[in-house]
């Protein structure tokens, strides 16, 4: 019960054999190995992941070409891969992670219904996260799904977060314990005081690539951003919300010149519904054929009035 509530307070560690697990950049230990995820606020994907022992960051989270410690790294210490917007705006669904010991890519699957992230190297996906369905799984607790490239059916690690949300802990198939992450109690404090605090503590088991495991706690926390929502904002909402900055008064002149066709639209919604309700029979596709063009014209009028215009 308490380990349901809060997390297991007493975890058992056992030897993993390397040639069984995920791999991705061969961070093997022959010990259990601390690591320290920290969110530094420098940028808005900017998570840094430090070694307990040594104290020495091993990786850190970035948007694509935006490495901020590109200017204090005089060295190159850090690897970084180039990356180009093409004019495509900002895409906050994307995140790279750049290290001493080789970087890798964050990318979330355009249509997902359960935040399937992909983590690449290079042009490779090694393996993708996801969360499990609670209608599947049948529990109140959230669990996470780490799975081998981009499948969701060969599963290699199942992440199980307590409901108090202090810990998530990693099994493989035989259900032995390969990682664990753990708000430490400054953390928790932060959260029930301001609502922010973003340390975890990872232990990761040996004979378990850490790297995999850093690489999985980052898609944890970079899940549910989607490359739609990002293609929607950058393509759709930031040019309406430019145009009517610029063109304050023209967005009035065009719903005012297409009012008609709104009127057409409220018109043949009614219609429709009350041919439902009472007709016995009802014209569908007319009512849908009336509706398209309504909000056809209106769309017209609108990106006429903000992208057109001659000012």
């Known amino acids: 019960m308490i380990d349901f509530v809060v997390g297991p307070l007493n ?16 961070m093997y230990s022959t010990d259990t190995r601390t690591y320290v995820l920290k969110k530094a606020h420098i940028s808005y994907d900017d998570w840094r992941v430090f070694d307990a022992y040594t104290k020495q960051m091993l990786f850190n989270s970035h948007h694509p ?19 180009t917007t093409a004019g495509f705006g900002e895409w906050e669904a994307l995140c790279d992670v750049s290290g001493a010991g080789g970087g890798f890519k964050i990318r979330p699957k355009n249509m997902t219904r359960h935040g399937r992230t992909n983590i690449k190297v ?3 996906v090694l393996f993708n996260v996801a969360k499990r369905s609670k209608f599947r799984t049948m529990s109140l607790q959230s669990q996470f799904s780490i799975s081998d490239g981009d499948h969701k059916t060969k599963t290699r690690y199942i992440g199980v977060a307590d409901i ?38 990872l232990d990761v088991a040996p004979g378990v690539d850490a790297s995999v495991m850093i690489g999985v706690m980052l898609g944890i926390l970079h899940m549910g951003k989607n490359l739609m929502k990002d293609a929607f904002g950058n393509f759709v909402k930031e040019p309406l919300v430019d145009g009517v900055v610029s063109n304050p008064g023209e967005i009035f002149d065009a719903i005012a010149e297409h009012s008609g066709e709104i009127g057409s639209v409220a018109g043949a919604v009614g219609g429709g519904i009350a041919g439902a309700v009472g007709a016995d029979e009802m014209d569908v596709g007319d009512v849908f054929s009336k509706i398209g063009h309504g909000i056809s014209a209106v769309g ?11 000012d």
């Open 164 to 201: 108090g949300k202090r810990t998530i802990k990693f099994v493989n198939d035989r259900n032995e314990l390969v990682a664990m992450a753990v708000k430490p109690p400054k953390t928790l404090i932060l959260n029930a005081l301001i609502g922010k605090g973003s340390e975890f503590r």
């Open 300 to 310: 017209g009028g609108i990106w006429d009035a903000f992208f057109n215009s001659d």
């Open 65 to 83: 070409g935006k490495n901020p410690l590109g200017s204090m790294d005089p060295l190159g210490v850090f690897n970084t891969e180039e990356y």
């Open 122 to 124: 290079g042009d490779t």
């Open 11 to 26: 975890v058992t560690w056992k030897p993993q054999d390397p040639s069984h697990g995920l791999k991705m950049h061969g």
